[in-house]
Nanobody, 116 residues
Framework: QVQLVESGGGLVQAGESLRLSCAAS????????MGWYRQAPGKEREMVAL???????NYDHSVKGRFTISRDNAQNTVYLQMNSLKPDDTAIYYC??????????WGQGTQVTVSS
């Protein structure tokens, strides 16, 4: 059973930074893609950032240049460094992991709230 546990969310002011962590219960080297999604109230869940096993990255246009995704295979952890946060970044952030079989796994989410 794969478990993904997010941490690092919280309440910050606009312009500040947060770093989210996603710790996996096993080796993340078995996942060809890991990433972060977010869901704001009344909106659909959307992709924020993805990283492959080869460390290729992909970002939503709204966070490009402000957010950085990284993975530490030794620590079985994926990170999302979020800088210059805006009120529009307020959402529940979910960690996602996908195997080559395309089976996906989700974490329970962590709340990020950015005040203006």
């Amino acid at each position: 059973q794969v478990q993904l546990v997010e941490s690092g969310g919280g309440l910050v002011q606009a312009g500040e930074s947060l770093r989210l962590s996603c710790a996996a219960s096993g080796s993340i080297s078995s996942f060809n893609v890991m990433g972060w999604y977010r869901q704001a109230p009344g909106k659909e869940r959307e992709m924020v950032a993805l990283i492959t096993g080869g460390e290729a990255t992909n970002y939503d246009h709204s966070v490009k240049g402000r957010f950085t995704i990284s993975r530490d295979n030794a620590q079985n952890t994926v990170y999302l460094q979020m800088n210059s946060l805006k009120p529009d970044d307020t959402a529940i952030y979910y960690c996602y992991a996908q195997r080559e079989s395309n089976r996906g796994y989700w974490g329970q989410g962590t709340q990020v709230t950015v005040s203006s």
